[in-house]
């Protein structure tokens, strides 16, 4: 059975940093487009970052740009999420998801596989 698990998360100071590991077992990687999601409470999920089954393409969305950094390591069938300089408004339960295909995507409803999430807490 396909599985995704995160680790990583955690208290941070603003201005400091995380990095987020999210393997993938019961499947190998390659076949797969992945990205990084967030909800905080009150808030709809929304899409951090992706990156393509080939690793060529990655995306942030705009509040992250700069900050956030995506990989995968295909031979680890493990993606990361290096997080620097955080913020309050970094604060959320972290999930990473994969899809089947090429292309990576910010929109929740085109992964099928999602992890139990990590929460990331960035305060003083």
């Known amino acids: 059975q396909m599985q995704l698990v995160e680790s990583g998360g955690g208290l941070v100071q603003p201005g400091g940093s995380l990095r987020l590991s999210c393997e993938l077992s019961?499947?190998?990687?390659?076949?797969?487009?992945l990205g990084w999601f967030r909800q905080a409470p009150g808030k709809e999920r929304e899409g951090v970052s992706c990156?393509?089954?080939?690793?060529?393409?990655?995306r942030y969305v705009d509040s992250v740009k700069g900050r956030f950094t995506i990989s995968r390591d295909n031979a680890k069938n493990t993606v990361y999420l290096q997080m620097n300089s955080l913020k309050p408004e970094d604060t959320a339960v972290y999930y990473c998801?994969?899809?089947?295909?090429?292309?990576?995507?910010?929109?929740?409803?085109?992964?099928?596989?999602w992890g139990q999430g990590t929460q990331v807490l960035v305060s003083s």
């Open positions: 998801a994969a899809r089947s295909g090429l292309r990576c995507s910010h929109d929740a409803s085109d992964y099928t596989t």
């Open positions: 019961g499947s190998t990687l390659h076949d797969y487009a």
């Open positions: 990156v393509s089954r080939t690793g060529v393409v990655t």
